[in-house]
């Protein structure tokens, strides 16, 4: 009794902000009462910041979910990803989320070609490789490095699955079921200072990337982990 039911949509299809392939890009003194999925999301881009940004349900309508899905959202991305003085509250999920992406290996089709898979249907048409990037493997149960090699072209099969063709045979030890990621996209440096994240359905921050992370000044009211 009292209590109040959100009803939320199944899927994730309407973000706020879509960033793709953008670089240099800063977004300030903005404010997102609500969106169908991630509030801001931005993948394979180049220095990405978000200054004095917020996302709250708006005062007095009574709502109480802002996003359905996260605040901020960074897939592949290089360069600097900062958020500074931001205020995250009242999302469906995390404050922010720093990750990249990986692919399996459904099928070898050569020495110098391979097939991979999406795991994850959220992943499915990402533009993870592309002609001159460096595809990088990784054991499927481990995670320990198999090496790598270069890309020189990248056919679409469907949603789901990639050709992708290399510049080099493939290194020994290489089977259905490695995991490949992007070399080159893994590291972006994050800073994330001044922030306020509280109020939200699940956890603060995700750090997922390999470069130099700061956090610092910020406060954390949520109900999961930090």
Known sequence: MGNVMYFGPDHRRVPGVFLNGCS?????????HHSGGMAAIAQKCESVAFSDYRVLAKPGTGRIVSATADATHFVNCTGKIRLDRCRMESQM??????????ATIDRIAGP?????????SQHAGFPLLAAGD???????????????????AVNVINRDLLAVHLADDLPPGIVPGTLVHNAGQTAPEVEITDCVFTGNRARGILLGSAG???????????PGAA
């Open 24 to 32: 240099d890009v800063t977004i300030a003194d903005v404010t997102i």
């Open 93 to 102: 999920d995390d404050a922010t989320n720093i990750h990249g992406n990986y």
């Open 112 to 120: 110098r070609c391979i097939e991979l898979r999406f795991m994850h």
């Open 134 to 152: 460096s595809a990088a493997f990784s054991d499927g149960r481990t995670l320990h490095p198999l090496g790598g090699a270069a890309v020189c």
């Open 212 to 222: 130099k992370t700061r956090v610092a000044g910020n406060i954390f009211h949520n």
